[in-house]
């Protein structure tokens, strides 16, 4: 008999099975986490599992028409504090729920991410969360075609059929362009993210709005369209800053770029927020740490990850629920990194 902790694919279920003195059927309820077994059955079963050493073949298993317990996660990157926080929401679900995590980054290359897509549906994973996808419009149709669960996070996905979870992106922008405006700046410059995302388009969209209520006309030249990395926002921020008649404050359309901005402008030997006042969107971790403090547009980032994996885990139980689209409110969140303009 093997020891505790000398686990080995060698064993089988039916050697459990018949080690623990019920059916192969008994051992599979158990190995699922069906609660209609009896509490002294099951701790039998997984007492002998552990005796034998016996691990699961989650491969097989899913050759065999059944569960791997495994959720794939596929997302751009790991370089910053918005992925590691929809990952916490997304892992402290599956932890409950007795799922396992596959994660996978794309670095934002449409065809390494269908790729990835393409094989964790041949039976690697159970359901997919595609946070931030480049080119969902690529390989969407396809997991339709084959009834494969997936929802996407903080994209607006193709189709209202797609299930999605995101935030009020641009009520969020918009807000925080209200709020430098009622401080007094006129001169207010934007640095975008990605514009082949929703999300950035919508930010650029509320900004304009705000601009507009206000009766401040909108200027191109004020609007720099970016990438969502810091590098790019501290360039971003370095022209703006150059010009001529340069503004009086910058709004970037996240948190990390909002870093970067800070960067420039400390190079440039201004002060925050004397000279410059600085406006971020996400609120991740670093901007409450950062000095000043960020003043920044508050994503419930982990309650976003969290509802996507539960709106998952149903679609898995009902695969024919109605499809959902969940909108997340954002919050201004007022720091110390802005003030009213010198004028």
């Given at each position: ?55 699961v073949n989650r491969q097989a298993r899913s050759l065999a028409g059944g569960r791997t ?37 794309t670095h934002r290359t449409p065809v390494l991410e269908a790729n990835y ?227």
């Amino acid at each position: 008999m093997k020891t505790a902790g000398n686990f080995s694919n060698s064993i089988t279920i039916f050697e459990v099975a018949s080690q623990a003195g019920v059916s192969n059927g008994t051992v599979s309820r158990v190995l699922n986490n069906d609660p209609h077994v009896k509490l002294e059955t099951r701790e039998r079963v997984i007492q002998t599992i552990q005796d034998l050493g016996y691990v699961v073949n989650r491969q097989a298993r899913s050759l065999a028409g059944g569960r791997t317990q495994i959720i794939g996660i596929l997302v751009p990157d790991l370089g910053t504090g918005y992925i590691g926080e929809i990952i916490q929401g997304i892992d402290s679900e599956l932890q409950l729920a007795g799922y396992d995590l596959m994660l996978y980054t794309t670095h934002r290359t449409p065809v390494l991410e269908a790729n990835y897509v393409a094989n964790l549906t041949q039976g690697m994973v159970d359901g997919l969360i595609l946070v931030l996808p480049k080119n969902p419009e690529d390989y969407i149709d396809l997991l339709k075609a084959h009834h494969f669960p997936f929802v996407l996070v903080d994209h607006q996905g193709s189709g209202q059929d797609c299930p999605a979870v995101g935030a009020t992106n641009w009520q969020g922008a918009y807000h925080a362009t209200e709020y430098l405006v009622n401080l007094g700046h006129t001169r207010i410059g934007f640095i975008t993210g990605s514009m082949d995302m929703g999300a950035a388009v919508d930010r650029l969209e509320g900004y304009k709005a705000a601009l507009w209520a206000s009766h401040i006309a909108f200027r191109a030249n004020l609007v720099r369209e970016s990438t969502f990395h810091q590098l790019d926002g501290y360039n971003s921020a370095m022209e703006l800053l150059n010009q001529e008649d340069p503004p009086t404050a910058i709004f970037a359309s996240n948190d990390v770029m909002a870093l970067g901005v800070m960067d420039a402008v400390r190079e440039r030997g201004q002060r925050i927020p004397e000279d410059i006042s600085v406006v971020g969107f996400d609120d991740i971790p670093q901007a409450s740490i950062v000095h000043p403090a960020l003043t920044t547009v508050r994503q419930p980032l982990k309650n976003m990850g969290s509802i996507a994996t539960q709106m998952l885990l149903d679609l898995l139980k009902n695969p024919d629920a109605s499809k959902k689209r969940i909108e997340l409110p954002t919050g201004l969140v007022v720091r110390d990194s802005c003030k009213p303009p010198h004028s």
